[in-house]
């Protein structure tokens, strides 16, 4: 009797923990790209599985349901859509392989930036079960719960000091009730306003927070900072004036935090340098117009493709440009990933074109048109760290300017405008004495760890004499 009661406990305990007909292995398999964990709890509730945050991109640590695709009590089929999430890289459906009802929302749409692994949902198998979960939060099911706000702290005490009067003003000043996320002593900020309040010695439980989710963001450290009282003229502590104007604040995106945060710390961290270049397109763009004129629209040429072209060629000829910085070693690459930046209506987004080295000027054109027609309709996957960053700011007539080195890369090229200049005419056979050059400013942005000057010197020399005689990019 006790061996079948073991053996009975045994089964049991084997089905709440693992799928139907899956390995404990397996239940990470069952959702890829993701961190999602699937699994049976052992509790009085029924037999249930707690949908969680997946990893959706590489560099993702938390992510923004945007919306419910699915409501509460609903069947979700195999491949259907329950909701899309907002990464750090685009907004993405979140598709579940296998049917159920879901039984729980636990985070709602639009309320914050929620980890990784957090519980966002609950789905059961028998519809019978749904009405168990009434009542279950993000707590209930190991998750943080984010609705705990922090208690009011005692006002402060606060004094001005009058430098010409030389007398002290001790005045009480309340702070605003805070309101930020708080799970027992942590409180829910960015990384930027957690680097601001440690720097500028402010407690961060005592900040109200804008962000989503009540999340304390850097803006409201600087806010708090600029509310504090500071030390002002005598011909001023008389008056009482405040800062007023017709402003509209809006919480940060997800994505828009972790763009944020790359640029700010590659900006500190990557010792950048900069080399310009003036480079005559005038050849180039005669020769693009040969090749446009019998393509369709959708396959013409652009200077952009030419840009892609000769920069995977210049990067076979100057290998070491080629490369990225990893702390303890130089990683070189033997093949050539082009991230692009592409205006769209969500802001300036760099898809990746692969293996460029191995691609000629009609697949590199037909490729970037359909990017383009991707992104702009928020459907591209094309995104992903990429070898060399190409930005061309040329057609808001942007002269030149210095872009900021990608991670993964050891440099960054900047396009301006195309202009005409008026120069000599060499042309012994031509009555003119005069010429009109097309003329374009390239800037080429470097991590001095892995290329130093002499090296980028002749990458953006062999850059320059190919596009100043592109019928070689057609061999």
């Known amino acids: 009797t006790m061996l079948r009661s073991l053996t009975r406990c045994a089964a049991v305990a084997r089905r709440t923990r693992q799928l139907p007909g899956a390995s404990a292995q397996d239940q990470h398999l069952r959702f890829p790209n993701s961190s999602l964990s699937v ?43 329950v909701c899309e999430i907002e990464t750090d890289k685009a907004t993405v459906d979140f598709e579940l392989p296998e049917d159920g009802y879901l039984a729980k929302i ?45 208690a009011a702290p005692e006002p402060a005490k606060a004094s001005v000091n009058v430098a010409d009067t030389k007398t002290t003003v001790t005045t009480a000043v309340t702070p605003p009730t805070p309101v930020s996320a708080r799970v027992g002593d942590r409180v829910f900020a960015s990384p930027l306003a957690r680097k601001t309040a440690a720097e500028s010695g402010v407690d961060l439980a005592t900040i109200q927070g804008t962000g989503p989710n009540s999340r304390v963001v850097n803006a409201d450290v600087l806010d708090f900072l600029h509310s504090a009282p500071v030390e002002a003229p005598a011909a001023a502590a008389g008056s009482s004036q405040a800062a007023v104007g017709n402003v509209t604040d809006r919480p940060v995106t997800v994505t828009e935090q972790d763009v944020a945060n790359a640029l700010y710390r590659r900006k500190q961290e990557v010792p950048h340098y900069y080399l310009n270049s003036e480079v005559d397109i005038t050849a180039l763009l005669k020769l693009r117009e040969k090749l ?9 040429v652009s200077v952009n493709d030419f840009l892609i072209r000769a920069s995977a060629i210049v990067m076979r000829r100057v290998p070491a440009v080629n490369a990225a910085w990893h702390e303890t070693f130089i ?9 692009v930046a592409l205006q769209t209506d969500a802001g300036v987004l760099l898809p990746v074109i692969r293996n460029v080295e191995s691609k000629g000027l009609a697949a590199i054109a037909q490729e970037t048109h359909s990017l383009q027609a991707e992104v702009n309709n928020g459907e591209s996957e094309a995104f992903g ?81 190919i596009l100043e005689d592109p019928v070689k990019m057609l061999l």
């Open 385 to 465: 760290h990429g070898t060399f960053t190409i930005t061309n700011l040329g057609m808001f007539g942007v002269k030149s300017f210095l872009p900021i080195v990608s991670d993964y890369q050891s440099a960054s090229l900047g396009v301006g405008t195309i202009s005409q200049t008026v120069v000599p005419n060499k042309d012994p056979d031509s009555k003119s004495k005069f010429q009109v050059k097309h003329v374009v400013t390239v800037s080429l942005s470097c991590d001095h760890r892995v290329v130093d000057g002499a090296v980028s010197a002749q990458w953006l020399q062999e850059f320059k004499t």
């Open 106 to 150: 636990l985070v709602q749409a639009g309320s914050g930036a929620v980890k990784i692994g957090t519980p966002i949902g609950v789905l059961v198998e028998d519809e019978a079960d749904i009405a168990a979960f009434a009542n279950v939060t993000v707590g209930d099911l190991g998750g943080e719960d984010l609705s705990a706000a922090p």
């Open 331 to 339: 990683r070189k690459y033997n093949y050539c990933d082009i991230n």
């Open 39 to 81: 699994y049976r709890q052992m509790s009085s509730l029924p037999s249930h599985t707690p949908l969680t945050m997946p990893a959706l991109s590489p560099t993702m640590e938390e992510g923004v349901i945007a919306t419910w695709n699915k409501a509460e009590g609903d069947e979700i089929k195999a491949g259907e859509s």
């Open 292 to 300: 446009n004129a019998d393509l369709p629209d959708d396959s013409k």
